[in-house]
């Protein structure tokens, strides 16, 4: 079946760095386009980043261009977000998603915290 799992999350300090991966099975990877998505704390989900199948085209949210960068590894079955230069707003649970098979599939999450 499909799985996406998420990982690196962590507490960072701003200004800080993470590098968010998700590991993807049970479908064909690299004929899917990715996203990644966060929800904060009392906040609806918000899309974040997303990356064609064959990571040629990239697409960010206003909020994060700049300062994060999602790619991803084929032969893997991995994407990734490296997030750079932190702020207390990007704390959120960090999802990706997988539109695949008819279907949206989505992880489990993994939680980011930025603070002092």
């Known amino acids: 079946q499909v799985q996406l799992v998420e990982s690196g999350g962590g507490l960072v300090q701003p200004g800080g760095s993470l590098r968010l991966s998700c590991a993807a099975s049970?479908?064909?990877?690299?004929?899917?386009?990715m996203h990644w998505y966060r929800q904060a704390p009392g906040k609806e989900r918000e899309w974040v980043a997303f990356?064609?199948?064959?990571?040629?085209?990239?697409n960010y949210a206003d909020s994060v261009k700049g300062r994060f960068t999602i790619s991803r590894d084929n032969a893997k079955n991995t994407v990734f977000l490296q997030m750079n230069s932190l702020k207390s707003e990007d704390t959120a649970v960090y999802y990706c998603r997988a539109p695949t098979r008819g279907r949206e599939y989505w992880g489990q999450g993994t939680q980011v915290t930025v603070s002092s």
């Open positions: 049970g479908f064909t990877f690299s004929n899917t386009n």
């Open positions: 990356i064609n199948n064959g990571g040629g085209g990239t």
